[in-house]
């Protein structure tokens, strides 16, 4: 998600300092909603059933010592210092962390995997943030680093099974972080609308608050499909604003109700706390981890704004304005233990009385930004796992044509609408839906741990002892929390689980099938001398046009090509077999995306073409693709000047190149009183040209393609050319696989339900021509059976 500004992040290496600042300012409205609306509901939730109620501040001052430490250790110490430096080119998130240990050992599980992505300029590895390489003993100590790094990364990929958990444990933050795209819009929007309470009796709220709510929820996703390049702008002052806001009231509380408050600043409160409650106080933590939540966004959304834009919006503006928050919050109720006989200690409750329904107004415009965060964060991060195999393909718009990160996908938004107002209705309350988010919450933070756990040393190139440490310091922070909100299962936390259950399974299931549908092309491919073999004496035609023959494989003749010419003797004049495929970076450069080769000798005109986009990566229309592809290939027609014979039994007889710039084809405008041929240069292959599609022509008007002059293009590659441009004019046909997937008979119950799944996920989503806008009218799809 990125708001005008934001795209500059990647692309200014050197930032201004008005930039940074700039950028500081947007990140509040995009990164921070989430986390600056958590006094909404933290006192609340710590304190619903689980601390006996008291006439001492022991109490309060704990929960203070508890929050002010968590926001200093997790998302100030780990998140802001430690974490933000793990970034994937400018990109965060768990899925980043993945691609970013699968560069730097081969633990990816993608099957089409080949060398020549290695050598993307996104595909670098770091040199290490912790290796500085010195003389002496600091030679050494860089060796025994280094040596570290190999022994764990050859461990790592001798086993499958540690790669297999690697992948689950990716999983598993991801669906956290959908399940918490649930929660969280509801917690949030809830909390808002509960200022309700005090101005109406007990019996009366509750039949206010939950319709309220719902209406918010369902006019929040009923605006998505706009972008929020609409209203983005409005992001930032409103949670600004409630900063500021929450600041204020917190300063006021404090010198007003109670100055000595400061003093529960002290670790010392934490251990009177729970030497206090002792198991009470232990599970009302479950309520005290939700003053983070909304910290992983730092992360998750680094690549729309810098580093240091996001450090220096937290340290000056939110952790003070929050810290504030709380001790002011914390002041208030040190005074007022009981109240009119209800022990209500909401977050409004601690607000000035005249500025109740003003603070109103805003938490509930905070609170629908906080939850616009979240749900753009779930759009992302199923565009990544839908990229990288391990979702099903499902309906991507972009809703802004300047910015990439802007994505809506329908049929996600309106689930999570449905699921949003299910636990709205089905909770009634912000207790179950706090321990149900602080779930969410804590899981994907332990994910992160344990990923950073492998960062640490094999990215980074750091010692064992310094990722030991890491991992037991805020993994046992971490862990307590998450036995906290564990004990809680049916109190409300069973709802995260059981979202992550479904999204693991599907996402699960469709990585496996899509293996064993690799597996089967791979094993079932057809060799090349059948291809060459096929001509006119078998009844073999070579019909006018391009074929594009969409594989997954990245050599070899697919399966679906022999079952389409044996059910049907003809194909094009021009064959061109296309794999379209996503590599584990953010982001492909547009030099380095194609890569063409031939398959057989020149005379047969049949090529492969590679395409390969980044999990953040935009395709593009079919239009304009058809024509950056046919530009590619003519590129490398003039580039490949090999004469060298061709020889069947080699074993690698396809050699690809990438290809930096396609040729800009001469369009020839025929009209009906005469013949217009506009000229232009033939560009060499080192310079990047940028190819438009034709405007809207007249119905008086054809367009067809005419071969420049060249004296550097030898006759054969002239040749080449020119019935590579016949063949575009004929049109252009894409030739799909439309597999139905079955298992072997002797297979095991759960391998065919697994199976059976994933067939039904597979007809229920996208179809590979949609990765490619295909239009429909030249999609020609080729049905068979997968036995696997």
């Not at 779930?378 to 990439?404: D, E, M, N, W, Y």
């Not at 994505?407 to 706090?434: E, H, Q, S």
């Not at 259950?501 to 079932?524: P, R």
Request: charged share 20%.
């Amino acid at each position: 998600m990125d708001l005008e500004g934001g795209i500059y992040a990647n692309s200014i290496k050197r930032e201004s300092w008005r930039t940074v600042l700039t950028l500081a300012y947007q990140s509040l409205g995009v990164v921070y909603g989430d986390l600056s609306i958590s006094p909404l509901y933290v006192y609340k939730s710590t304190f619903a059933e689980d601390i006996e109620h008291s006439e001492t501040n022991e109490e309060i001052f704990g929960v203070l010592s508890f929050v002010f430490w968590t926001l200093t250790l997790i998302p100030l110490l780990k998140y802001v210092f430690i974490v933000l430096r793990a970034d994937d080119n400018g990109e965060g998130g768990t899925f980043a962390l993945y691609s970013l240990l699968c560069r730097h050992a081969r633990v990816g599980l993608l099957p089409n995997g080949q060398i020549a992505d290695e050598e993307l300029s996104a595909y670098k590895k770091t040199d290490g943030i912790c290796c500085e390489h010195g003389s002496g003993s600091g030679e050494t100590a860089v060796g025994d680093r280094v040596a570290a790094a190999v022994w764990l990364k050859m461990l790592m990929e001798k086993h499958r099974v540690l790669r297999q958990l690697l992948l689950v444990l990716a999983l598993i933050g991801t669906c956290m972080v959908i399940g918490d795209g649930v929660l969280t819009p509801s917690l949030s929007v809830f909390s808002a609308v509960s200022g309700l309470e005090l101005s109406m009796s007990k019996e009366q709220h509750k039949y206010v608050e939950v319709p309220i709510a719902c209406l918010i929820l369902i006019c929040l996703f009923g605006v998505q499909h706009f972008g929020t390049h609409r209203v983005g702008f409005l992001f930032a002052p409103i949670v600004t604003t409630w900063l500021l806001c929450i600041s204020m009231i917190g300063i006021y509380n404090i010198f007003y109700w109670n100055p000595q408050i400061y003093h529960a600043l002290s670790p010392y409160y934490m251990y009177k706390f729970l030497k206090k409650t002792r198991r009470q106080g232990w599970m009302s933590l479950g309520g005290i981890l939700l003053c983070i939540t909304g910290s992983e966004a730092m992360f998750a959304d680094l690549g729309h704004f810098s580093q240091l834009s996001i450090q220096i919006a937290f340290t000056s503006m939110v952790y003070p304005a929050l810290i504030l928050a709380y001790m002011g919050q914390a002041a208030y109720l040190s005074q007022h233990h009981i109240i009119e006989s209800d022990y209500r200690i909401g977050f409004y409750v601690s607000v000035p009385e005249k500025l109740r329904w003003p603070v109103l107004a805003i938490a509930i415009l905070a609170a629908v930004v906080g939850s616009q965060a979240v749900i753009s964060a779930t759009f992302s991060i199923i565009k990544q796992c839908s990229a990288l195999g391990c979702f099903p393909r499902v309906k991507i718009v972009h809703t802004s044509s300047r910015f990439c990160g802007q994505i809506y996908i329908p049929d996600i938004n309106w689930i999570l609408m449905l699921l949003c107002l299910a636990v709205t209705t089905g909770f009634r309350d912000t207790k179950r839906l706090g321990n149900a988010s602080g779930l969410a919450i804590i899981t994907v933070m332990l994910v992160t741990t344990c990923l950073m756990f492998l960062v640490i040393i094999l990215c980074w190139c750091c010692s064992i002892f310094m990722s030991i440490c890491f991992i037991i310091f805020f993994g046992t922070i971490e862990a307590l929390y998450f036995s906290a909100a564990l004990i809680k299962f049916r109190e409300g936390a069973w709802v995260p689980i059981a979202f992550s259950f479904i999204f693991m399974i599907i996402m699960y299931v469709w990585h496996y099938g899509t293996l064993e549908k690799y597996e089967f092309d791979f094993q079932n491919k057809v060799s090349i001398n059948w291809l060459l073999n096929l001509g006119p004496n078998l009844g073999i035609v070579r019909v006018p046009g391009i074929g594009l023959v969409h594989s997954e494989l990245v050599s070899g003749i697919p399966a679906i090509f022999s079952h389409f010419v044996t059910n049907l003797p003809a194909f094009h004049q021009v064959l061109v077999f296309l794999c379209i495929k996503s590599v584990p970076v953010p982001h492909v450069r547009q030099q380095e995306r194609f890569l063409v080769g031939r398959v057989g000798p020149r005379e047969c005109r049949i090529y492969r073409c590679i395409v390969r986009y980044g999990y953040h990566d935009i395709p593009k229309d079919d239009i304009e693709f058809e024509e950056d592809l046919v530009c590619r290939i003519a590129a490398f027609i003039k580039s490949d000047n090999s004469a060298e014979p061709y020889r069947p039994s080699e074993e690698n007889y396809e050699k690809m190149a990438m290809v930096d710039s396609g040729i800009c084809l001469c369009e020839k405008a025929e009209e009906e009183n005469g013949e217009r041929v506009e000229s232009v240069d033939l560009p060499g292959p080192s310079k990047a040209r940028e190819i438009r599609s034709p405007g809207i022509l007249m119905n008086k008007k054809k367009v067809s393609f005419v071969l420049p002059k060249s004296p550097k293009l030898d006759s054969s590659a002239r040749e080449e050319l020119r019935e590579l441009m016949e063949a575009r004019e004929a049109g252009m046909a894409f030739i799909t696989g439309n597999s139905y997937m079955k298992a072997k008979s002797g297979s095991s119950l759960v391998k065919k339900l697994a199976i059976a799944l994933y067939d039904f996920l597979r007809r229920n989503s996208r179809g590979p021509c949609y990765a490619m806008s295909m239009p429909h009218a030249t999609n020609l799809e080729v049905g068979m059976v997968y036995l696997v």
